[in-house]
């Protein structure tokens, strides 16, 4: 029988590590923010310039290099982050927080977890969304009279398999790659097997803060654009205005560094932190039973 984690467990664990091991957490991580910064602050401007030329196939192609570059120094820099916070978590870290190389072996195997899932879920969603799509299709044409909800019902069903999988594979990414030194979805999917609705309602809790924060600081943004919006506009206009949009968000951490990076940089350290101290304190009840007491 799977080990039951308890919610309240996992929610207490992410807010006392997140808050209460600031300090340390932000000596884990460190090295790959100011990586990730610097990497920002000498490729955002070209890729702004690309998006304000997105319809000129030659200029996007110029910049796509760039933008490659900064997509896997993104993936890197996260990886060495949720390595090094997780190895925290689970108390495997020794010597000093703030003179850690977080670019070892875990982070390797964290970067291969995370690219594994990203394809083992794409696959699985074309995969779904095949499946989906061509069953709609027969419904539809059979019953054409609930055609439509069957189809909605189908494609609702879709998302709830893609979120159960995701949180499933998702979770013990990090843990198994630090904790049992290996790249494997499979581990992740046994280690959650009976606690999905535990997870799903601890993570709820924990991302819900995060995703008001990000609703208010997009709203903050578009506001400005709300007011050039009307009804009467053409659809050139309306494309005018989204690309406005998208040329704001990504030079608001160029024009307001000063503030854009330390609130990215708190955010961080509370989000993963959060993450991590949650998955570290679920790994730990459940892996004695999956087979690697000798983590602790």
């Known amino acids: 029988m799977a080990a039951r984690i308890p919610v309240g467990g996992m929610i207490a664990r992410a807010y006392g590590f997140a808050f209460g091991n600031i300090v340390s957490n932000l000596g884990a991580i460190w090295i790959p923010v100011a990586l990730l910064w610097t990497a920002t602050y000498y490729l955002q401007p070209p890729l702004a310039t690309q998006l304000q030329a997105q319809r000129d196939p030659q200029a996007a192609l110029v910049e796509a290099p760039m933008l490659l570059a900064l997509t896997a120094i993104g993936f890197i820099a996260q990886s060495a982050q949720l390595a090094a916070l997780t190895k925290e978590a689970l108390g495997l870290r020794s010597g000093n927080a703030f003179l850690q190389f977080p670019f070892g072996a875990a982070m390797w195997r964290t970067l291969g977890s995370t690219l594994l899932f990203f394809l083992v879920m794409m696959i699985i969603y074309i995969g779904l969304v095949l499946v989906t ?7 539809a ?17 879709l998302f709830c398999a893609l979120l159960y999988i995701a949180t499933r594979l998702s979770f013990f990414l990090s843990a198994v790659a630090v904790a ?3 790249v494997s979805l499979i581990r992740a999917w046994q280690l959650t097997a009976g606690n999905f609705w535990r997870i799903f309602a601890a993570m709820s809790v924990i991302l819900a803060p995060f995703v008001i924060l990000e609703i208010v600081f997009l709203g903050f943004l578009l506001a400005p ?15 005018a205005l989204q690309q406005q949009f998208v040329m704001t968000v990504s030079e608001f951490p160029q024009r307001f560094w000063y503030v854009a990076y330390p609130l ?18 679920a790994y730990r009840a459940v892996a004695e039973q999956g087979g690697a007491p000798e983590v602790f």
């Open 264 to 281: 990215g940089l708190l955010a961080t350290l509370l989000l993963y932190g959060m993450y991590t101290g949650a998955a570290a304190y």
């Open 133 to 139: 799509v061509i069953a709609g299709g027969i419904t």
């Open 180 to 182: 049992e030194h290996k």
């Open 225 to 239: 654009l709300f007011h050039s919006f009307h009804a009467s506009m053409t659809p050139l206009e309306i494309t």
């Open 141 to 157: 044409v059979i019953v054409k009279t609930y055609g439509v909800f069957i189809v909605i019902a189908l494609f609702l069903a």
